[in-house]
């Protein structure tokens, strides 16, 4: 069974620029969470989506993150216009039916480098 | 709130020695999840364990074991006899029932085994 894929692996961009994250979960996994690590620090949780819906998206930093999930299936995480603190490595994570008590698999994350 | 303290910031061993990586979490709340993630060198976590906060048993998985301890709101991690492939950062989480799922790590330790 496939797990967690992320694309890209690495992204490079200019302050101002707009990138966008794609994650997909392993298949019929319901919840699908974003995480980020930034330099050194913890890593943070970002959003929960279940199936097709947010469920909590308390951890956005602010508006210029936008996420969607479309059909409940993957994910993309869209930064517009993205600044020099938004440089880190974006988590991807799925689990199956229960938030709570299902594991959480992640992917191998997103590097951002915003110059 | 909740909270996941991961003390050591780096440890380096000789291969063959043991080594205990240290994690306290806080949580007002008496359901929770704790979790050992692990982040090889090729960027990816891995989950490793997963332990309930009505399961206080150590567990043992071959040169692996954990101790959770209630009293002192502790999830440490021993490794027996380690390797040079042991070299990773090590995440410890928390995720509380009152909180969908999320998860809370702590900083991080990154163990470095030297041959």
């Known amino acids: 069974e496939a797990g967690v894929t992320q694309f890209p692996s690495h992204s490079v961009i200019e302050k101002g620029q707009t990138v966008t994250l794609r994650c997909d979960p392993i298949?019929?996994?319901?919840?699908l969470y974003w995480y980020r690590r930034v330099m050194g620090k913890e890593i943070k949780f970002l959003l929960h989506?279940?199936?097709?819906?947010?469920?909590?998206e308390s951890g956005m930093p602010n508006n210029r993150f936008l996420a969607e999930r479309t059909g409940g299936t993957y994910s993309t995480l869209k930064v517009q216009p993205a600044e020099l603190e938004d440089s880190g490595v974006y988590f991807c994570a799925s689990s199956q039916v229960n938030a709570f008590t299902d594991t959480q698999y992640f992917g191998p994350g997103t590097r951002l480098t915003v110059l | 709130a909740q909270k996941v303290t991961q003390a050591q910031t780096e440890i380096s061993v000789v291969e063959k020695e043991d080594v205990t990586l240290d994690c306290v979490y806080e949580t007002r709340d008496t359901t929770y999840y704790l979790f050992w993630y692990k982040q090889p060198p090729s960027g990816e976590l891995v989950f490793l364990i997963r332990r309930n906060s009505f399961d206080e048993q150590n567990e043992i998985s071959g040169r692996y074991s954990w101790n959770f301890q209630k009293s002192t709101s502790s999830f440490n991690f021993t490794i027996t006899a380690s390797q040079v492939v042991d070299s990773a950062v090590y995440f410890c989480a928390l995720s509380a029932y009152n909180q969908g799922g999320k998860l809370i790590f702590g900083q991080g330790t990154e163990l470095s085994v030297k041959p």
């Open positions: 298949s019929g996994h319901d919840n």
């Open positions: 989506f279940v199936k097709e819906s947010k469920q909590d």
